[in-house]
């Protein structure tokens, strides 16, 4: 039985080969590549297949091709300047071939697609090209596999001794008969316990009767036999070890000057040092400690005096106290990039406002105009004088009356923004129409259409209520403790959220009485904002600090974050998405991500954002106002710069 050797090569156009590189997913040698020559003693025959799979698995040396070159292993750089490299069997010269050159290389490579299978063979001076299995074996031991495709390197693992569907035992040796036969021994010995036993020779143990006797007022574990088994040693602290500065040569930062040992001279007795560093030239030199006899008698007044305890320190992972925020990527849409700056305004922009639609966008600025802008094109539309600086502007929260609410000075401006159809800029015409004003109270209950809180004097504690379908102000309230800050509604109750310098007080407008007292216990509130929902309030201070209030919690912060440095400016939170921001004068605008869940059971998630940059400080003022769009996850600022930035997703 034999090889065929011609069989045996790898043809160009087999498919198991793909420019040179041998496929993986034919494992197997097809059908038809091996062919067996007939012995003449049946080639069906068992024993010629075991013989013929024996053959191939063989990896004996005696299977290798004998070397053509019969010089042994000696180097070959003894026929370095020979012009044979060895002998053959028959005892004549091997000649040296003539060598290649690269271009000749290159052409046999192009011209033979086999070349890349041969391999120079340096002591027979000849080329030999490998086989289709040994291209296999090589490929696969390339990829750190088995040399042969029937290998398994990892088989199950069986447990002979457990094995559950064994057939057959380890051992056939047939079961001795001891086995199934009581024990004459055993018997005998049990005989003799048991008249050991009957005649009194063993006395067995009684069992003892349990005590009914307890503490009435204490607890078993607190008698004094199981303290006294309960106690262990415990060592005595270590004394601390002297430091540099109670070297014989201490370094010159150690050493007090004279004036620093006069100070000590002043303090208490507690209070001062107990050693004072001193340089010596040598170790010699070095006196006795004074104060040795008495250190070592505290010591050991202490070991005998003071009691020992053992401490259990709990061993707490400090990752595992940090609170598990989500990702950035699972709480976007949010502002993170500058889309769009407005730009017109000659002096810093102190108020921005975005109208309902989300379509125009209100600024007001210190050169002492007011501006309506496009929010998609960044266009300014309109453009009025008031002569002097604007402090805050507001649009109407109704969408079918574009009114402007502006305060200039001391005085409150209503300006029809003539934007949209004819038919909203006329029902904005009705209702700014002069007409005779009686001021009254507003006890109907109705919300206003412009709402609105001005200061009418710096000094002065009282809050105006203005309302237009009436044409008359209100005073809520004629008295204040405290100067207010700021003031903003509830969305969608009757109550109204007054910030002092300290507090923050809710007041039912409806009974006109005090409901709630927010305590923030910052330096000076300077912003406040609503969530839609109503019951969650964030305030901004002016030393940097941002508090959320949750009114069902407590009238306590929940959550402080200490997040600009210097004053905040303004706080706002989005309609629509779960986004709240601050500027402030450090020419920062942070966004942040506000989760309130409709589970009273589970607090709001709070997780930081984003830091807005890209204004520039002027007078040492940085970002005066932020607002977010109705609908989308869009933030504008209002720098000082005079510039307004819109910032998106």
């Known amino acids: 039985m034999g090889h065929s050797d011609g069989e045996h090569e790898l043809e160009s156009d087999d498919p198991s080969w793909s420019d040179g590189v041998w496929s993986e997913d034919d494992d197997e040698v097809e059908e038809g590549s091996l062919s067996f020559e007939d012995s003449g003693e049946g080639s069906g025959s068992d024993a010629d297949s075991d013989e013929a799979a024996a053959a191939e698995e063989s990896d004996s040396s005696e299977d290798e091709v004998a070397p053509r070159n019969t010089v042994g292993d000696v180097p070959l750089e ?29 052409l046999k490579n192009a011209d033979d697609a086999k070349n890349w299978r041969k391999i120079y063979d340096e002591y027979n001076d000849e080329e030999v090209q490998i086989t289709k299995e040994e291209a296999k074996i090589i490929s696969r031991l390339l ?27 380890l051992s056939s040796a047939p079961e001795p008969k001891r086995r199934f036969v009581p024990s004459k021994w055993e018997q005998k010995k049990v005989v003799k316990l048991v008249r050991a036993i009957r005649n009194g ?3 067995l143990d009684e069992p003892k009767e349990e005590s009914n006797l307890y503490l009435l007022w204490g607890d078993e574990t607190d008698t004094a036999d199981n303290k006294r088994q309960g106690l262990s040693y415990i060592p005595a602290p270590k004394p601390n070890l002297p430091g540099h500065e109670e070297s014989y040569n201490p370094s010159v930062e150690y050493i007090p000057t004279q004036e620093e040992i006069d100070s000590y001279q002043l ?9 004072i560093p001193k340089r010596f030239e040598s170790l010699r030199s070095v006196p006795a400690y004074e104060k ?58 102190t108020s921005i406002s975005v109208e309902t639609t989300g379509q125009w966008l209100a600024s007001g600025s210190c050169d002492g105009t007011i501006r309506v802008w496009e929010v998609e094109t960044g266009r300014c539309l309109k453009v009025w004088n008031v002569g002097a600086d604007v402090r805050h502007i507001a649009w109407n929260p109704s969408p079918d009356r574009p009114i402007l609410a502006a305060i200039v000075g001391h005085d409150l401006l209503l300006i029809n923004a003539e934007v949209g159809s004819e038919e909203v800029q006329m029902r904005a015409k009705e209702l700014l129409k002069i007409g005779e004003m009686a001021p009254q109270d507003d006890t109907d209950g109705k919300k206003p259409a412009v709402r609105w809180v001005k200061h009418e004097k710096l000094d002065g504690i009282t809050l105006i209520h203005h309302k237009l379908t009436k044409k008359h102000s209100h005073h809520p ?18 109550m109204f959220f007054v910030a002092t310098k300290k507090f923050i007080r809710v007041y039912d407008l409806q009974k006109a009485q005090l409901v709630k007292k927010l305590e923030s216990g910052l330096r000076e509130i300077s912003s406040i904002s609503i969530h839609p929902g109503g019951d969650n309030v964030i305030v901004g201070s002016k030393d940097g600090k941002l508090c959320w209030f949750d009114t069902d919690l407590s009238t ?45 059971n589970q607090n709001p998630l709070i997780v930081p954002l984003e830091i807005l940059r890209g204004h520039s400080s002027s ?31």
């Not at 303090?267 to 050693?275: C, L, S």
């Not at 990752?319 to 017109?344: A, H, I, N, Q, V």
Request: proline share 9%; net charge positive; glycine share 6%.
């Open 78 to 106: 003894w026929y370095k300047d020979e012009e044979h490299i060895g002998y053959d069997i028959d005892g004549r010269k091997i000649k040296k071939r003539d060598r290649e050159g690269r271009i000749e290389a290159y």
């Open 143 to 169: 990829k750190g596999k088995t040399p042969h495709a029937n290998v398994d390197p990892y088989p199950e693992y069986v447990d002979w001794f457990e094995y559950e569907d064994k057939g057959h035992p």
């Open 201 to 203: 020779w063993i006395k």
């Open 267 to 275: 303090m208490y007795e507690e209070d001062r040092p107990k050693f």
């Open 292 to 349: 040795a006899l008495r250190e070592g008698f505290d010591r050991c007044l202490d070991l005998y005096l003071c009691p020992r305890a053992r401490k259990k320190r709990i061993n707490i992972d400090p990752e595992s106290l940090k609170p598990k925020l989500p990702s950035k990527k699972d709480l976007r849409p949010y502002p993170k990039t500058c889309y769009l700056e407005f730009k017109g305004h000659t002096s810093p922009v």
């Open 477 to 494: 309230f004629r008295k204040l403790p405290g100067l207010p800050v700021a003031a903003t509604f509830h969305p969608s109750q009757k």
């Open 556 to 600: 306590r912060p929940y959550k402080t974050l200490k997040i600009h440095s210097k004053d905040i400016t303004n706080v706002t939170f989005h309609r629509k998405y779960p986004l709240f921001a601050s500027s402030s004068e450090d020419c920062t605008a942070y966004v942040c991500h506000g989760m309130v869940y409709s589970d009273l």
């Open 619 to 649: 007078d040492g003022r940085g970002v005066l106002d932020c607002k977010f769009h109705p609908k989308q996850p869009w933030l504008f600022t209002a720098g000082a710069d005079s510039v307004i930035r819109l910032y998106c997703d």
